[in-house]
């Protein structure tokens, strides 16, 4: 086992390890607690948050211990926080490193395995989880950190047998897909400016007498009709053909005459 760089663990780490032995009272180590020694120095370059305590009727000043973290988002991260927290178990006497690497294997076997369909793979917030139900399962199980007085250490079947418990594993389960929304093709360009026309185009009001005979507001080509020319009162000066309310054509045939001529013919 070779320990340096980034799998070194941080002294930290050790600290709350070796808590677990000395004080023979189980508490759950997170993996953000479990960064190497590296991460570690670069954590002491900061500045350190002082604190004021009372001590013998005096008003001491002193430096107040920074709880560092080091997120684990990927799944290599998680595994080298796992590689470091074997070694700290095991320098306290706590863990065996190789139950410890066993526990990790099993929990890591779970990213490989084929989810049903429709359903997603195991990821890295799942393996969190299921560790640290399988924490608190032993510790409810009042399982004591040191080994008994045969040397066994209880640790080394614990976190095993609690992975298997069904309050860890269905931690473990592949979790169902979410349902995908249907796509909405966005109109085109062509459509939008078709139905902006279409909105701001003057409908005019057909006069019921036309409307009665099976008139129209407008020719084929969609040019306006005027409905006066059509019932034959129209006054306004014609150009071309029309005037200013629409051409002078019959609303019925499109015939170069009015309405009122068509029905007579």
Known sequence: MLIEGRSEPSHSLLDLTTQLFDQNVLHFITLEKCFSRLTELSFANKSRTKLLEVEA?????????????SPVQSSYQALEAFERRGPALEFAG??????????????????????????????????????????????????KPRPDAAGVMPF???LEDA??????SFTLLPMMQRAKEKAVSAPNQMEQKAKGKNKSKFEPRIPQQIREDGGTASTPDGDPICFDYSLKRCKEQVTDGRCRKGFHVCCLCYGPYCMMDHKKS
């Open 57 to 69: 009727s005096k008003v001491v000043l002193k430096d107040k211990d920074a709880e560092n973290e």
């Open 94 to 143: 706590v863990m065996s490193y190789t139950a410890h690497d066993r526990y990790i294997q099993m929990l890591f076997s779970h990213l490989n395995r084929e989810p049903p369909v429709r359903y997603n793979r195991v990821g890295v917030p799942q393996l969190l989880s299921a560790d640290k139900a399988a924490w608190c399962f032993i510790i409810e199980k009042n399982l």
């Open 156 to 158: 080394n079947t614990g």
């Open 163 to 168: 992975l298997k418990s069904y309050e860890v």
